[in-house]
Structure formats: structure tokens, C-alpha cells
């Protein structure tokens, strides 16, 4: 007898070829941002070469920085401060907004009326400029750093995921489940939130690209990661003389941000239906 074996098309998760490709460029990302310290050549901060902006060589796989710093290291280690901050905001904003919005969908009434009001009114101030007033109030620090981008997205994660919550909070089975005499945490553990995972999580990745510009943006007008430490806004910020040169200090952190962002957009673009719609 023949045994068969379930396929992706059969398990609901078949990706086309640009997600692979973008799932995997996120992964080497990843991967880079956890071991990459571990195979860097040279330290980062040591001066390696005596030509500025230096070209790529043996030695050098991505040329020195503006003081002669090797920036395959910077590289790596870059990625584990844009990448770990980012995703340290993300994971609280998200996980915050989501707890607030499905609470404030299944209680209703004042709670949700004041609770909205106040992250309306955040919402409002622009975020770029809400993160130079508090980071340069406060100082810039990591924690800082990911509390401020945390806050900044807070509000649309909570927006995002009261929508959510309201209409899965008007299902039959929530009423059948609220009618037997399931109290507000047993319905949003048991029965609100499994049903909004799968959006929640593109719009995880959604503003996880968000927080990585953000990120950069900051560390290029010199408000984020501070030196010894550098992140990839950083990297572009110091070495942005180099750019008439065409030097691949400036040339490779920019494409290491491009890269993450368009393969973590492709990526959600591009994810199988099952877990983009929990409803098929």
C-alpha cells in the first residue's frame, strides 16, 4: 500500500518563488544579526587601513570607512543593532496595541472611548518629529531608543487590532461563548485573538520595516545609536563623504537597508493564503 505524503499546495502554505526569495534574504539577515559579530575579520573599531574610504580587497571584503575601519565588521555588527532594536520595538508595540485593542473592543464603553481618544491624539504628532523631541530630551540610548519607536507605533498597532477585534467581537461564536457565561479574558484568549493572528503578524512585518526607516532615519541625523556603537544609519551618516567616490562604505550600508525592508515587504506581500487568512 502506497503511502502519501502531505505537500505544501496540500498544507495550505505554498509560497511562490519572490516569497522564497524574500524569506530567505530576511533569513540571512537574521541569522547575520544573531552569529555575525562572530566572523568579523577585524574589530570594529580598529584602524586597519591607512586610505580612507578604501576600495574592496582581499583583506577588506567591503573596503574601509572614512577612518580606515574595516566595514565588513561595522557591517556585521551594524546589522545586530538595526535589526535587534527594531525588532525588540516592534515585538512591544504590536504586543502592547494588541492587548489594548482586543481589551478595549470586548469592554466597550468608557474604557474604549478615552483609551482611543488618547491614542488618536498621539497618532497625531508626526512620528519623526515626536522621535527628535524625546530622544534628544531625553538622550539616545538603546532602551531609549526602543521605548521612543515603541510608543511611536503603539497607536496604529492598537487601531489596527481593535478593527480586528470589534468584527470577530460580533461573531456567532463569541455571542454563544459570551451567552454561556464566558467572562472578557476567557473570550479574547480563547476566541478573539486565534482568529486575528494571521493579520496580526503582516502587520508585525509591516511596522517592523517601518521602525528599521525610523531607526535609520534617526541614526543618520546623529540621534540614534551612538558611537563606539553604529547601526546601519549610522554607518551611511560617517561615511557620507564617500559618496562622489562611489565608496562602498556609504554604497554597502544602504543596500543592507534596502535589502531588509523591500524582502520583509515582499515577504508579507507574498505569504501563503492560510496564514494570511485564518478564514479559508
Same mark, same amino acid.
Given at each position: ?73 561595522? #557591517? ?9 532594536? /527594531? ?28 483609551? /482611543? ?6 497618532? /497625531? ?15 539616545? /540610548? ?125 515577504? #508579507? ?12
Amino acid at each position: 500500500m502506497a503511502v502519501t505524503f502531505p505537500t505544501p499546495r496540500r498544507l495550505g502554505y505554498r509560497m511562490n518563488l519572490t516569497g522564497a526569495l524574500a524569506a530567505l534574504v530576511v533569513l540571512v539577515w537574521a541569522i547575520v544579526a544573531i552569529i555575525g559579530p562572530w566572523f568579523m575579520t577585524h574589530d570594529p573599531g580598529e584602524i586597519v587601513d591607512f586610505e580612507y574610504f578604501g576600495p574592496i580587497t582581499k583583506q577588506l571584503w567591503l573596503g574601509s570607512d572614512y577612518l580606515g575601519r574595516d566595514m565588513f565588521s561595522r #557591517i556585521l555588527m551594524g546589522a545586530r543593532y538595526t535589526v535587534g532594536i /527594531s525588532l525588540a520595538s516592534v515585538v512591544l508595540a504590536c504586543a502592547s496595541g494588541v492587548v489594548l485593542g482586543m481589551t478595549a473592543a470586548v469592554s466597550g464603553g468608557w474604557f474604549d472611548t478615552v483609551l /482611543s481618544r488618547l491614542l488618536d491624539a498621539l497618532n /497625531s504628532i508626526p512620528s519623526k518629529l515626536f522621535g527628535l523631541v524625546m530622544v534628544a530630551a531625553v538622550g539616545s /540610548s538603546i532602551p531609549v531608543l526602543i521605548l521612543v519607536l515603541a510608543v511611536i507605533y503603539l497607536p496604529g498597532a492598537y487601531r489596527f487590532a481593535r478593527a480586528l477585534a470589534v468584527n470577530i467581537n460580533t461573531m456567532d461564536y463569541v455571542t454563544v461563548a459570551r451567552a454561556r457565561g464566558e467572562r472578557s479574558p476567557y473570550l479574547i484568549l480563547n476566541e478573539i485573538l486565534p482568529n486575528m493572528t494571521g493579520p496580526v503578524l503582516a502587520d508585525v512585518g509591516l511596522r517592523f520595516v517601518f521602525i528599521v526607516l525610523l531607526l535609520s532615519g534617526l541614526s543618520f541625523l546623529g540621534l540614534g545609536v551612538q558611537p563606539p556603537y553604529a547601526d546601519w544609519g549610522s554607518l551611511v551618516r560617517e561615511n557620507i563623504g564617500g559618496l562622489p567616490f562611489g565608496a562602498p562604505a556609504v554604497i554597502v550600508p544602504s543596500i543592507a537597508i534596502a535589502s531588509l525592508t523591500i524582502s520583509v515587504n515582499l515577504l #508579507i506581500d507574498n505569504l501563503p493564503t492560510k496564514i494570511r487568512d485564518r478564514s479559508e
